[in-house]
């Protein structure tokens, strides 16, 4: 199908988790015990050309380790990802910087990796600094950033390079009033771009409301329903409160 941007089939990441048996083993560095974790656990979905889709889920449910896995962060350990030939970015707090280079630089190496040339991004360079907020600190290594100053230089960054896929994981509720509005007005201007594709990690339900045509959720590495974004949220606040899943899907 022409008009299919994503498509993924039995995805599964695992991990292993590694702990101690005693506070001994710890001081004397006896072998760890490793645990196989499922993280995300046999997930499929297609996401449409111009398809804005939400992701729901409680804190360790897989949806920022499926979206990594999209992003190519992640090696899928069995499944498949087909991103049709397009392009993606991966707007994600921790992710894609080298903290011993400035903002500046990290503007034009992470510009490179999503693979523009280096005259464009030069020629965008001013737009994402002003963007971004950050003044004097864009030539201060990165490593010196709060979490807001890195989610702001991340947020202007890959909404300011033009890719076919965007993948957005918690980062819409970042930095103050003033510059979270100012983020929400560029992210819907990206998306009224009916070409462009966006899946969106988010918790806050209101703006899953106002941005998404769908929403997954994510339990427990799987997903357990996948549908319109009145319904899904409404089955999700309903789990939120009664701790009782309503298989939808």
Same mark, same amino acid.
């Given at each position: 199908?022409?008009?299919?941007?994503?498509?993924?089939?039995?995805?599964?990441?695992?991990?292993?988790?590694?702990?101690?048996?005693?506070?001994?083993?710890?001081?004397?560095?006896?072998?760890?015990?490793?645990?196989?974790?499922?993280?995300?656990?046999?997930?499929?979905?297609?996401?449409?050309?111009?398809?804005?889709?939400?992701?729901?889920?409680?804190?360790?449910?897989?949806?920022?380790?499926?979206?990594?896995?999209?992003?190519?962060?992640?090696?899928?350990?069995?499944?498949?990802?087909?991103?049709?030939?397009?392009?993606?970015?991966?707007?994600?707090?921790?992710?894609?910087?080298?903290?011993?280079?400035?903002?500046?630089?990290?503007?034009?190496?992470?510009?490179?990796?999503?693979?523009?040339?280096?005259?464009?991004?030069?020629?965008?360079?001013?737009?994402?600094?002003?963007?971004?907020?950050?003044?004097?600190?864009?030539?201060?290594?990165?490593?010196?950033?709060?979490?807001?100053?890195?989610?702001?230089?991340? *947020?202007?960054?890959? &909404? +300011?390079?033009?890719?076919?896929? $965007?993948?957005? !994981? @918690?980062?819409?509720? #970042?930095?103050?009033?003033? *510059?979270?509005?100012? &983020? +929400?007005?560029?992210?819907?201007? $990206?998306?009224? !771009? @009916?070409?462009?594709? #966006?899946?969106?990690?988010?918790?806050?339900?209101?703006?899953?409301?106002?941005?998404?045509?769908?929403?997954?959720?994510?339990?427990?590495?799987?997903?357990?329903?996948?549908?319109?974004?009145?319904?899904?949220?409404?089955?999700?606040?309903?789990?939120?409160?009664?701790?009782?899943?309503?298989?939808?899907?």
């Amino acid at each position: 199908m022409s008009d299919i941007a994503l498509e993924v089939h039995n995805l599964c990441v695992d991990y292993k988790s590694f702990r101690s048996t005693s506070i001994q083993n710890n001081l004397f560095k006896k072998k760890e015990k490793t645990d196989l974790v499922h993280a995300v656990s046999d997930v499929s979905f297609c996401v449409a050309r111009g398809e804005i889709v939400g992701i729901v889920g409680k804190n360790g449910s897989g949806k920022s380790t499926m979206l990594k896995a999209i992003g190519g962060i992640f090696k899928p350990d069995k499944g498949t990802i087909d991103r049709r030939g397009n392009t993606v970015s991966l707007l994600s707090i921790g992710v894609g910087f080298e903290m011993n280079l400035s903002g500046r630089e990290n503007v034009l190496l992470s510009g490179m990796l999503l693979g523009f040339k280096e005259r464009f991004i030069r020629e965008k360079l001013e737009e994402i600094i002003q963007f971004s907020e950050l003044g004097e600190f864009i030539d201060y290594p990165v490593r010196t950033y709060s979490s807001g100053m890195y989610s702001k230089l991340a *947020f202007a960054i890959t &909404s +300011s390079l033009d890719t076919d896929i $965007l993948l957005v !994981d @918690e980062v819409l509720s #970042v930095g103050d009033e003033h *510059f979270r509005q100012k &983020s +929400s007005a560029r992210m819907k201007g $990206l998306i009224s !771009d @009916e070409q462009r594709t #966006v899946l969106i990690v988010s918790h806050d339900m209101h703006t899953l409301g106002e941005l998404c045509n769908r929403i997954i959720w994510m339990h427990d590495g799987r997903c357990i329903a996948d549908g319109k974004t009145e319904t899904v949220i409404e089955q999700y606040r309903r789990f939120m409160t009664t701790g009782e899943i309503e298989r939808i899907v």
